[in-house]
């Protein structure tokens, strides 16, 4: 609650404090921290994002990374000028 909490301010500064909410083993966590990311969008919440799928190790990361590519492509359209 606290994640969706701190995103509905709708204040790009949550982006690394969303960013580390990604590595909650809590599925209700990160789920709600990459919601967060995509609808503050920008270029920090992207940076976060790209940074995470890069990290990803694991039997985790097909099913996140499934989830962190649909984001990063998300975000990166809002970001295209045009």
Same mark, same amino acid.
Not at 16 to 26: E, K, Q, Y
Not at 28 to 43: H, R, Y
Not at 48 to 71: I, P, Q, Y
């Given at each position: 609650?606290? !994640?969706?909490?701190?995103?509905?301010?709708?204040?790009?500064?949550?982006?690394?404090?969303? +960013?580390?909410?990604?590595?909650?083993?809590?599925? &209700?966590?990160?789920?709600?921290?990459?919601? +967060?990311?995509?609808? /503050?969008?920008?270029?920090?919440?992207?940076?976060? =994002?790209?940074?995470?799928?890069?990290? /990803?190790? $694991?039997?985790?990361?097909?099913?996140? $990374?499934?989830? =962190?590519?649909?984001? !990063?492509? &998300?975000? $990166?359209? +809002?970001?295209?000028? $045009?």
């Amino acid at each position: 609650m606290l !994640i969706h909490c701190l995103w509905q301010y709708r204040d790009r500064a949550a982006a690394p404090t969303l +960013g580390s909410a990604l590595w909650d083993a809590d599925d &209700q966590v990160w789920k709600e921290a990459l919601d +967060g990311l995509v609808t /503050l969008g920008g270029v920090e919440a992207e940076r976060v =994002l790209l940074d995470t799928r890069d990290a /990803l190790v $694991g039997d985790e990361t097909r099913v996140k $990374g499934e989830w =962190l590519e649909e984001a !990063i492509e &998300q975000l $990166g359209e +809002g970001n295209r000028p $045009g």
